[in-house]
């Protein structure tokens, strides 16, 4: 099972970035697809999820409006379109993959910097 995001970088505030995590070794279609970040000195914190087929998407209040989560499942790929990028966007971002049945099954990917600066 891999997870593998890209994207990251340095934008200056009020730019944009789109990360994207592209998954292998399981079935993707299957899964709750989610980015989390972590800035130094903070717990990790959810951002996004959407819902297997797409149908249903979920954001923090912090990126409501500027943040987007969609989904490729031909090409087991999930993105995070980020526009009007802050400051306090600055972390590691990272893919998670769920489902829960009768076993749960979760998955990390390694992490991509995003660094909003001047």
């Known amino acids: 099972v891999q997870l593998v995001e890209s994207g990251g970088g340095l934008v200056q505030p009020g730019g944009s970035l789109r990360l994207s995590c592209a998954a292998s070794?399981?079935?993707?279609?299957?899964?709750?697809m989610s980015w989390y970040r972590q800035a130094p000195g903070n717990e990790r914190e959810l951002v996004a999820t959407?819902?297997?087929?797409?149908?249903?998407?979920k954001y923090a209040d912090s990126v409501k409006g500027r943040f987007t989560i969609p989904r490729d499942n031909a090409k087991n790929t999930v993105y995070l379109q980020m526009n009007s990028l802050k400051a306090e966007d600055t972390a590691v971002y990272y893919c998670?993959?769920?489902?829960?049945?009768?076993?749960?099954?979760?998955?990390w990917g390694q992490g991509t910097q995003v660094t909003v600066s001047s």
């Open positions: 959407i819902t297997p087929a797409g149908v249903t998407t």
């Open positions: 998670h993959a769920y489902r829960e049945g009768w076993v749960r099954y979760e998955y």
């Open positions: 070794g399981f079935t993707f279609s299957g899964y709750d």
